[in-house]
């Protein structure tokens, strides 16, 4: 079964700049997280999609910042127009379910992640 | 206050002795804990979930759970070089998003 991939894996920009970054979760888990990690700071969560659907954008540093996910499948966050302080590596994850009950289970595989800096 | 506070090390331990790495997090009503390993520059890897008070085992590997405490643990015995890496304390929100908080994570060292 392949994992969660992540593309591209590495992007440098300069501020101003739009970037794409997309995730490819693992077939079948309709839950997708983005998180970010900037430097010396620990992994923090963006937002949680439930099939095609935002069920927690709570994380969304500003409105420079637009995730989708179309389908229900692969998602991409844009980030227009980035700035110095978007720099740092984006994760993705999925899961198969958000609680744990029989058969199924909230764990969460994370992607290689992308690396991005912003000049 | 940290949502989930880790000790950053670096830890060091020589190559079969037993590696304790502990974690504490602050909401009460969190669910659910995982550890993650992560080697450096690459993906943070699912290496244990536990959801109940107590201990798990698997393998080498032992998380302990005090939910009373608001504390986790993993333990990992025989340790080898291959351990060496960052390791990431997770923890669900009290929500039922499953939003995961993490610590900013311990690096492992283990010399051979």
């Known amino acids: 079964e392949a994992g969660v991939t992540q593309f591209p894996s590495h992007s440098v920009i300069e501020k101003g700049q739009t970037v794409t970054l997309r995730c490819d979760p693992i077939s079948g888990h309709d839950n997708l997280y983005w998180y970010r990690r900037v430097m010396g700071k620990e992994i923090k969560f963006l937002l949680h999609?439930?099939?095609?659907?935002?069920?927690?954008e709570s994380g969304m540093p500003n409105n420079r910042f637009l995730a989708e996910r179309t389908g229900g499948t692969y998602s991409t966050l844009k980030v227009q127009p980035a700035e110095l302080e978007d720099s740092g590596v984006y994760f993705c994850?999925?899961?198969?379910?958000?609680?744990?009950?029989?058969?199924?289970?909230?764990?969460?595989?994370f992607g290689p992640g992308t690396r991005l800096t912003v000049l | 206050q940290k949502e989930v506070e880790q000790n950053s090390g670096p830890l060091s331990v020589p190559e079969g002795a037993i590696a304790s790495l502990n974690c504490t997090y602050s909401?009460?009503?969190?669910?659910?804990f995982f550890w993650y390993r992560q080697y450096s520059g690459k993906s943070p890897e699912l290496i244990m979930s536990i959801y109940s008070n107590g201990d798990k085992e698997d393998g080498r590997f032992t998380a302990q759970l005090n939910k009373a405490s608001q504390y986790v643990s993993l333990l990992i015995r025989d340790s080898q070089p291959s351990d060496s890496a960052t390791y990431l304390c997770?923890?669900?929100?009290?929500?039922?998003?499953?939003?995961?908080?993490f610590g900013t994570g311990t690096s492992l060292t283990v010399i051979p």
């Open positions: 997770a923890v669900t929100g009290p929500n039922t998003g499953n939003q995961f908080y």
């Open positions: 909401d009460r009503g969190s669910q659910s």
């Open positions: 994850a999925s899961s198969q379910a958000t609680v744990r009950t029989s058969g199924r289970n909230n764990e969460q595989f």
């Open positions: 999609f439930v099939k095609e659907s935002k069920q927690d």
